[in-house]
């Protein structure tokens, strides 16, 4: 899920006096209305989307936008509307890194946040937790900016529940892998003593709409890790590494043993399948 926009240091363009003096002093503002327009923008997509103004929210992007899994605008748009409906307590926020703009288009680096509390029963309470690195395109259309295309450079995702809140969970994969290819995920964490772990970690494609996970558990091996090679997929659509955890007691009691689920939850990873460099790129990033 995909929002916003911050901060932009305008004194690199200012620093050297004899291009200041050089310059005309409306090409300056202009430029500074162009960066403050492109924050109001995103951080109008942050304010929209915490109020789960949909109409609004969708209004920001332009109606060629196409991300970087491939979602169009129609798609993007049935998306949100079902996590809105699904879970409308989220809570997003935003950092920004780097704006960069250039005429009639701005690239935009930022790190968004996600945050929900999501109680599974009353006798057990879950949250949400995820945050993300992104790239954000916009381009000047008719005078207004618009999020054309988008990209997640990295994601993390956490829904926990119960004791499973408390347990310092890593899970880890390239962020970034060929088409074809062999790599491995790693889910490695610490059950409460006393305590019964199962796991296990699949990888599915990011597409639309979800298909569910094929889980296959295990119980949590004595050093605490989990492994799985994976193959990425040949399409070139990229993937996510979903870890499922479950933590069970045993209560012993007139010879009948009695367990009891005392946490749960997800930990969820991006790995971006990207085809290999041709000659002219890799001659491009040794320059």
């Not at 094929?214 to 605490?224: A, C, G, I, S």
């Amino acid at each position: 899920m995909k929002k916003l926009l911050l901060v932009f240091i305008l004194s690199t363009f200012l620093t050297p006096c004899s291009m200041a003096e050089s310059s005309p002093k409306f090409s300056l503002g202009i430029f500074h209305n162009d960066t403050r327009a492109i924050k109001s923008v995103l951080n109008s997509q942050v304010r929209y989307a915490n109020r789960t103004n949909f109409n609004k929210f969708i209004a920001t992007y332009d109606t060629n936008y196409k991300n970087s899994d491939g979602f169009d605008l129609e798609t993007y748009s049935k998306l949100v509307k079902e996590i809105w409906e699904s879970y409308d307590k989220i809570k997003y926020g935003i950092k920004i890194k780097d704006v960069t703009v250039n005429d009639d288009t701005a690239t935009v680096s930022v790190i968004e946040t996600s945050f929900a509390n999501m109680p599974a029963s009353a006798h057990m309470d879950g949250v949400l937790n995820s945050e993300s690195d992104s790239i954000y395109n916009l381009k000047k259309i008719d005078g207004k900016w618009k999020v054309v295309s988008d990209s997640v450079v990295s994601e993390k995702t956490s829904m926990l529940y119960g004791e499973a809140r408390n347990l310092d969970i890593k899970l880890t994969a390239p962020e970034e892998i060929q088409p074809n290819k062999e790599y491995t995920a790693t889910l490695e964490f610490e059950p409460p003593k006393d305590t019964i772990a199962i796991a296990s970690i699949a990888n599915d494609k990011v597409e639309y709409p979800q298909k569910p996970t094929k889980e296959v558990f295990r119980k949590l091996p004595e050093d605490n890790i989990l492994e799985r090679l994976f193959v990425s997929n040949s399409d070139n659509v990229n993937e996510y590494i979903v870890a499922s955890i479950g933590l069970t007691k045993a209560d012993v009691s007139d010879l009948s043993i009695k367990l009891s689920l005392t946490g749960f939850g997800y930990q969820i990873t991006r790995v971006n399948v990207v085809p290999p460099k041709t000659n002219e790129e890799k001659n491009d990033e040794s320059k």
